[in-house]
C-alpha cells in the first residue's frame, strides 16, 4: 500500500472512529448531574424559577440537577465565569434578559459576548415587573407617585435588585418622564431589595412579580402597576403602566436557558427538546403560575429573535436616562 493511500485511509478511519465516539456520547448523554448557574443570589425570581424548572429536568433526564448561585453585577459576573470555564456538555446557565439585552449598552467593558458565548437553549417563562411602594405612603397611582415626588424633592427613593436592571432602569426612565429627582439604592439581588422597601428604608420599588406577590397579599406593599402590555392574571385590579398614561415603560422579564460556546449543536437540541416538554406539561404550567410566572416554550432561534427585540428598547433606555454601571 502507497504512503498516500494509507494517510488517506488514516484519515478516514480517524474520522469515522471520531464520529462514531461523538454519537455514542450523545446517545449516553447526560451520564452526571446536570448543573445550572444562577447568576443572582438565592431568593430572587431567577431562583425560584431554575429550582422550579430543575426538578422537572432531572425527572425528565433521569440526573440530578444541581442549583449554583452566582450573583453581582447584574448576572455580568456569573456570565463572565460561566463564558471563561472549562467546556462542559453538563453545565448550563439561565440568563435573563439584562444579561442578553441591557448589559452591553451599560457597561463600558463586558467580560463576554452574549451572542457568542452564551449560546440559546430556549425561552423558559416570564412574569411581569410591579411598580410597589410601602403600604404607608400615601399615593395609590403612578401619577401620584409622580406628585409625592414633585411636592418631596430629594426625600423619595428606591430600591432595586442591581444598578443596570430592568427595575433600576425603568424608574430612571419614570424619573426622566415626570421630572422628579429620585434617589436610587440598589441591593444585591431581588430579594433584599424588597426586604428594604418591607423595612421602609426606600419608598417604592419596580421588580419582578414573583417574590412581591406575597408581600402584596399581605397588605405590606401597594401595587400600583405592571408593567406588562396587559394586566396580569394574578392582578387583576392592578393597571397597566400603559392606562397610566407610560406607555414606553411596557416590558416584562423574561429567562431563558443557554449553554457554553462550545457545547456541542446536538447536545443543545436535545436540551431544547427536554425543556419544551416540561414547559408544555399541564402540571408544571400551573405550577409555574402559582409562583408568578408564565412558561414560554420555544426553539433557540426564538429566543435570539426576542433579544434582539428587546435591545432597542433598552438602548433608548438608557440613553434617555442617562443611567450608568461601573
Partial sequence: MSPAV?????????LAIGACCSVHAQQNWPNRPIRILVPYPPGGSTDI???LLGQKLGEA?????VIENRGGANGSIAATSFAKSVPDDHYFMVASLPMLAINQYLYAKLGYDPDADLVP????????NVIVTSSSLPVRTLKELAE????????????????????HLLNELFKTNVGIDLLHVPYRGNNPAMLALVAGDVQFTTDNLPQLLP???AGKLRPLAVTTPKRWFQLPNV?????????NMTTAAWFGLVAQSKTPREIVARMNRELIAVLRNPDFVAKLREHSFEAMPGSPEEMIAAARKERGMW?????????TAE
Fill in 6 to 14: 494509507f494517510s488517506r485511509l488514516f484519515l478516514f478511519l480517524a
Fill in 49 to 51: 424559577l431554575t429550582r
Fill in 61 to 65: 433526564l433521569g440526573k440530578a440537577v
Fill in 121 to 128: 437553549v430556549g425561552l423558559i417563562a416570564q412574569t411581569p
Fill in 148 to 167: 409625592y415626588g414633585k411636592d418631596h424633592p430629594h426625600k423619595l427613593s428606591y430600591s432595586s435588585s442591581s444598578i443596570g436592571s430592568a427595575g
Fill in 215 to 217: 408581600q402584596i397579599q
Fill in 239 to 247: 393597571p397597566t403602566v400603559g392606562e397610566e398614561g407610560f406607555a
Fill in 315 to 323: 438602548k433608548k433606555v438608557i440613553e434617555i436616562s442617562g443611567a
